[in-house]
T-cell receptor, first 116, second 110 residues
């Protein structure tokens, strides 16, 4: 079946512009996560959504970052007034259910964002 | 805050060798620990998931162990192949938030 998809695969933007990244999770997956991965580093948690519950935004690095998800479908991550330090690969993952020990994550290929 | 460390950062071995990758974490109150593989330009692929109550999991040539009390996990790869070349990441689940190490970049030479 179809996996997690993300678009665009690459995005080059100028400092100060807004960007919007999209994630299509696996159908039926209730949980969705966004991560940031800077070059040579591990994944940094940004936000997760679980069904209709309020999202956990504790990983968002500043108020320039926001994310939305409609129900259990598509999510968008928006970065306003981009800065050069925002350059990274943004990864999305979905999971069939939350709860202890049941949350294998399935990752998309990522969006590589470059801020000039 | 949970901190996850992976050692070594990079490893180069000849084909056929057995090898061990290490992962340590500071907070032992975890739900589970997961090992992933990441290929250049691609997302992460889950290799093994160990529940907090388990000691190890095996899949083919891969074996992952977990010692929760000491905050350690190892990923053992038997009879390594060039196709195993990738970055290996471990992630721990604390109350449904995931913390990743920075990975071990493995190169298996033919």
């Amino acid at each position: 079946g179809a996996g997690v998809s993300q678009s665009p695969s690459n995005k080059v933007t100028e400092k100060g512009k807004d960007v919007e990244l999209r994630c299509d999770p696996i159908s039926g997956h209730t949980a969705l996560y966004w991560y940031r991965q800077r070059l040579g580093q591990g994944l940094e948690f940004l936000i997760y959504f679980q069904g209709n519950s309020a999202p956990d935004k504790s990983g968002l690095p500043s108020d320039r970052f926001s994310a939305e998800r409609t129900g259990e479908s598509v999510s968008t991550l928006t970065i306003q007034r981009t800065q050069q330090e925002d350059s990274a690969v943004y990864l999305c993952a979905s999971s069939p259910e939350m709860g202890q020990g049941k949350n294998t994550q399935y990752f998309g290929p990522g969006t590589r964002l470059t801020v000039l | 805050k949970q901190e996850v460390t992976q050692i070594p950062a990079a490893l180069s071995v000849p084909e056929g060798e057995n090898l061990v990758l290490n992962c340590s974490f500071t907070d032992s109150a975890i739900y589970n620990l997961q090992w992933f593989r990441q290929d250049p330009g691609k997302g992460l692929t889950s290799l093994l998931l160990i529940q907090s109550s388990q000691r190890e999991q095996t899949s083919g040539r891969l074996n992952a162990s977990l010692d929760k009390s000491s905050g350690r996990s190892t990923l053992y790869i038997a009879a390594s192949q060039p196709g195993d070349s990738a970055t290996y990441l471990c992630a721990v689940n604390n109350f449904n938030k995931f913390y990743f190490g920075s990975g071990t970049k493995l190169n298996v030479k033919p």
